[in-house]
T-cell receptor, first 113, second 111 residues
Framework: GAGVSQSPSNKVTEKGKDVELRCDPI?????LYWYRQSLGQGLEFLIY????????KSGLPSDRFSAERTGGSVSTLTIQRTQQEDSAVYLC???????????FGSGTRLTVV | KQEVTQIPAALSVPEGENLVLNCSFT??????LQWFRQDPGKGLTSLLL?????REQTSGRLNASLDKSSGRSTLYIAASQPGDSATYLC??????????FGEGTQLTVNP
């Protein structure tokens, strides 16, 4: 597609449930980031994928969070046993090469009630 | 560890003014620096990308400069308009993997 696509755009879930957030990067982009942005806060790095290299998971806040990237394309961020503090906008970005900058999706707004 | 700071945190100006947003970073070993705009409840829109070898980039009324040795970048907006109201984010792409963001400058342009 022409841009980075994220789904769903909005997700309301009950505390304790698992959720999956999806990111479709721009075709051919080898680098993919996940960030989250809590209300009124800056962007918090979660995880970074670059080609076939092992992902940089150093930003994942707890072991309830995991992410995978299948076939070097689509990525899924999974949050298990959601908590209210997980409520945030989850943003995905991709890049063909670090020299070309990053393109962001519109995000998934997650609300845990 | 790269740290990025943006000043001011918020700025309110009357329409038509020229303005400067500031970004500073602690580690000068960068690949590039990217300025983004974020409207409320929306994702990030890329405005300008400056490579480490470049001094400035221009797009319309926007001009971004980079002084890598001093760890600073500025975003200059000429003849500001109410439609420029948004949060402006500076992101530094450093050696290694992480794209590091500043906290942003919230700009309000009053008609």
């Amino acid at each position: 597609g022409a841009g980075v696509s994220q789904s769903p755009s909005n997700k309301v879930t009950e505390k304790g449930k698992d959720v999956e957030l999806r990111c479709d990067p721009i075709s051919g982009h080898t680098a993919l980031y996940w960030y989250r942005q809590s209300l009124g806060q800056g962007l918090e790095f979660l995880i970074y994928f670059q080609g076939n290299s092992a992902p940089d998971k150093s930003g994942l806040p707890s072991d309830r969070f995991s992410a995978e990237r299948t076939g070097g394309s689509v990525s899924t961020l999974t949050i298990q046993r959601t908590q209210q503090e997980d409520s945030a906008v989850y943003l995905c970005a991709s890049s063909a090469d670090r020299n070309y900058g990053y393109t962001f999706g519109s995000g998934t707004r997650l609300t845990v009630v | 560890k790269q740290e990025v700071t943006q000043i001011p945190a918020a700025l309110s100006v009357p329409e038509g003014e020229n303005l400067v947003l500031n970004c500073s970073f602690t580690d000068s070993a960068i690949y590039n620096l990217q300025w983004f705009r974020q409207d409320p409840g929306k994702g990030l829109t890329s405005l300008l990308l400056i490579q480490s070898s470049q001094r400035e980039q221009t797009s319309g009324r926007l001009n971004a400069s980079l002084d890598k040795s001093s760890g600073r970048s500025t975003l200059y907006i000429a003849a500001s308009q109410p439609g420029d109201s948004a949060t402006y984010l500076c992101a530094v792409n450093s050696s290694g993997s992480r794209l590091t963001f500043g906290e942003g400058t919230q700009l309000t342009v009053n008609p």
